[in-house]
């Protein structure tokens, strides 16, 4: 595998404060960097370009799975073999795809799940465990923290988990994709950062990933 050929995809949110450094980062690591500017209406989509990235605007906020949809898309057909997918928000540090490199050369997919830390919110301790066991009983697949956005997955691989939700779903939606092709996987434990406790996944958000995971399993057959 040719650095060359590995490429990050990156959703952005009105991220000016840390895309900048996030890219610096990530590009020490990856063939290119693709920034997908959802919406934005802060200097996200400037400060990304003058760093370096390829960047992709929606013009409107349409979610991370949209927007890391739309960045996977592109870069596959303009030349990646694989693509590691990570935050803007700095929650998720570049100098750990190395290591989803590494596991690429014999899995899939490479998910990641947050070591215990205290820093976590109770809340999404407690979600994620149950969303964890919902994944488990429903496609077979034992994850540690099925929330961390943080993954890397081959070419092959995404044409079999490319995902419809628009939303956070989406990667419960790719596991269970995953599951269902009987993909190759692996899990590694990063460390917990968290610069905005309130950010991510909701309880709100919670429900509605146990609801699509069950209405996948009876009535998606891909």
């Known amino acids: 595998m040719k650095i060359s050929d590995v490429w990050a995809v990156i959703p952005a949110r009105n991220e000016q404060k840390n895309i900048a450094d996030v890219i610096k980062k990530t590009k020490k690591y990856v063939g290119n960097v693709v920034i997908v500017d959802d919406g934005s209406t802060d200097n996200t989509k400037k400060l990304a370009e003058k760093s370096g990235a390829v960047v992709l605007v ?10 890391l ?38 899995y899939d997919i490479v998910f990641s799940y947050r070591k215990a830390s205290s820093k976590m ?22 994850l540690n923290d099925t929330q961390c956005g943080f993954r890397a997955f081959s070419k092959e691989a995404y044409k079999r988990i490319r995902w419809n939700a628009p939303d956070y779903s ?53």
């Not at 919110?121 to 034992?142: D, E």
């Open 121 to 142: 919110p109770l809340v999404l301790r407690l979600g994620n465990l149950f969303i964890s066991n919902v994944v488990k009983v429903l496609y077979g697949i034992g």
């Open 170 to 222: 989406m990667e419960s939606e790719m596991i269970s994709r995953a599951g269902k092709q009987s993909l190759k996987y692996v899990q590694i434990p990063i460390q917990t950062i968290y610069s905005d406790k309130y950010k991510g996944t909701t309880i709100i958000d919670g429900i509605k990933i146990v609801l699509n995971m069950v209405w996948w399993k009876l009535f998606n057959n891909r």
């Open 58 to 67: 929606h013009i409107v906020n349409l979610g991370k799975g949209a927007a």
């Open 69 to 106: 949809k739309t960045g996977c898309d592109y870069a596959f057909k303009n030349g990646a073999g694989y693509a590691i997918v990570l935050d803007a928000d700095s929650q998720h540090r570049p100098e750990d795809i190395p290591r989803f490199i590494e596991k690429l050369q014999k």
